[in-house]
């Protein structure tokens, strides 16, 4: 069992940064491939990042949405996962998740690829 919790969200002006932290319990963190989603309000849930299990080699990938835009990264001795978030825009505004799932993850950007998820946190971005 992996109980995630997310912080780091909350009102920024468009052009602005945020970085998302998500918390991790558990022994094997390391384990995991872990991801960010987000959704906002009348949509489905978007994948945005992913990184990979492996300490040796850490594969990341990114969505469409905010290629570019952003970097996920990893702290095992922490058991954290991180999405730094820049050029934010209004379209962003959406409640970020943090998912993980355990070990090589064959569609990581797939929500059905998750067993874990955490509550979410909330991203507004203003005009």
């Known amino acids: 069992q992996v109980h995630l919790v997310e912080s780091g969200g909350g009102l920024v002006q468009a052009g602005g940064s945020l970085r998302l932290s998500c918390a991790a319990s558990g022994r094997t963190f390391s384990s995991y491939t872990m991801g960010w989603f987000r959704q906002a309000p009348g949509k489905e849930r978007e994948f945005v990042a992913a990184i990979g299990w492996s300490g040796y080699n850490t594969e990341t990938y990114y969505g469409d949405s905010m290629k570019a835009r952003c970097i996920i990264a990893r702290d095992n001795a922490k058991n954290t996962v991180y999405l730094q978030m820049s050029s934010l825009k209004p379209e962003d505004t959406a409640i970020h998740y943090c998912?993980?799932?355990?070990?090589?993850?064959?569609?990581?950007?797939?929500?059905?690829?998750?067993?874990?998820w955490g509550q979410g946190t909330q991203v507004t971005v203003s005009s």
């Open positions: 998912a993980a799932a355990f070990g090589i993850v064959g569609s990581p950007t797939n929500t059905n690829s998750y067993d874990y």
